[in-house]
């Protein structure tokens, strides 16, 4: 299996549009990498310029140890040398063709044997779970069928990697659900590499090894996806990653000790005891709070109001005034307040993140407390 490394990697269109800007990254053998960000980020042109599908304008690409792509030398290998698959949005089935025509038609015109061809394509009908629908045509499939037949042809010829462009947006909740879990397995049983862009942070975190989290072309962060939930190099990070999103909320804040600083906001004051040094300069700061990481309890005399709630049975979205800032919190369990309701609220764990609000970058995670 394959390593793919990015080296400066950077498309311009025109004078101005700058669509990807000196990406570096690594792609491990057998991972799955979700490149991941809001519409425009590059994430597309990303996927695209490693499979050969777009040309970058400055960097180098390199998959299992050979050059495809060197601005400099003047390399720029064919897709089809690269030995990729490619998995597009529209599934782009022959219409004509049945299930088992479609997935075989690849393999025919790279002159593979017909007993080679009969035995791949049996192996694929078989881990899709789609023997049923072999002389069905694609007219009639559902979406998920489909989607099964165009991963199955994809894989058909033992390609080193395999690349996803969005392949779960056109189906209904329920279905990419059930995809998600699909695409998990496929990728333990295939061992084979995925790179699988989405604007999804569900699918990104649900389906990734690694996340690439990019915004206006430039790579923000690069982990596993607890790692980007949990310690987001910046606001953009943080804030893009999870649903409901963050809490975020300027403070004060003094530092007392090389670990603990006092903070106020909202009304409320508390102390901070960070994991490593601070370095507090003027004072001001962002807080971080996740919603899961706010405690309620019922107090008439309360430090917050419920606005309104949100409950689901396995748990209760809170929306909470706390002065004249507006918070989310999660509460698990079958439980529901009453609107206007006074609650106390706490800070559970060690994971309220603080950032620097000029830089946006994270300078420290601990525990608040009132």
Known sequence: MPEIILKN??????????????????????SFITLLGPSGCGKTTTL?????????????????????????????????????????????LWPHMTVYKNIAFGLENLKWSKAQIEERVKELLKMLRIEEFAKRYPSELSGGQQQRVAIARTL?????????????????????????????RLHVDTNSTFVYVTHDQLEAMTLSTNVCLMENGKLQQFAPPLKIYTEPENVFVADFMGNPTINLVEAKAVQKEKRLAEVDFCGIKAKYISKEDLDLKDGKIILGIRPEHIAVNENQNGNATIYTTLPTGMETTLKLLIGDKMFSAIVFGSVDYETDQKVDINFLEEKILMFDPESKKRIAIGKLEI
């Open 156 to 184: 058909a010829p033992n390609p080193k990697v395999l690349f996803m462009d969005e392949p779960l947006s056109n189906l209904d909740a329920k279905l990419r659900g059930e995809m998600r879990t699909e695409l998990k």
């Open 48 to 92: 695209r310029m490693i499979a050969g599908l777009e040309t970058p304008t400055a960097g180098q690409i390199m998959i299992d140890g050979k050059i495809v792509f060197d601005a400099a030398k003047g390399i720029n290998v064919s897709p089809d040398k690269r030995d990729v698959g490619f998995l597009f949005q529209n599934y782009a």
């Open 9 to 30: 990697i950077r498309k311009q269109f025109g004078d101005q549009f700058v669509a990807v800007d000196n990406l570096n990254m690594v792609i491990e053998d057998r």
